[in-house]
């Protein structure tokens, strides 16, 4: 048999190749591919901001009444719960 790398002739019982160290046969067993992990930046991110944004206009009503807008508490209760799933989804991934 001939070595597919150097071109050496071996034995045809060979494993590997004596001169070179390459394999005769191709490996059984193909190691599994490793996924690339991606930075979770941008959910973190965009849960902070919610969370911060749901502070925000919590918080708005209690310091200037006067200036509260009909809106802002009902918009604050929805920022929080989309927050809330956010987590939820992330804890539940890992």
């Given at each position: 048999m ?12 060979a ?6 160290g ?12 490793i ?9 973190t ?6 969370v911060?944004a749901?502070?925000f206009?919590?918080?708005?009503g209690?310091?200037a009444?006067q200036?509260q807008a009909?809106?802002?508490?009902p918009?604050a209760?929805?920022?929080?719960a989309?927050?809330?799933v956010l987590?939820?989804?992330r804890v539940a991934r890992?």
């Amino acid at each position: 048999m001939i070595c597919r790398q150097c071109g050496t002739e071996i034995a045809d019982k060979a494993i590997v190749c004596y001169r070179c160290g390459t394999a005769t046969t191709d490996p059984i067993r193909r190691p599994a591919p490793i996924r690339s992990r991606r930075t979770p930046l941008l959910s973190t991110a965009a849960l902070v901001l919610l969370v911060l944004a749901a502070l925000f206009l919590g918080e708005a009503g209690r310091i200037a009444p006067q200036y509260q807008a009909s809106w802002e508490v009902p918009a604050a209760g929805v920022l929080a719960a989309i927050a809330l799933v956010l987590v939820i989804v992330r804890v539940a991934r890992r």
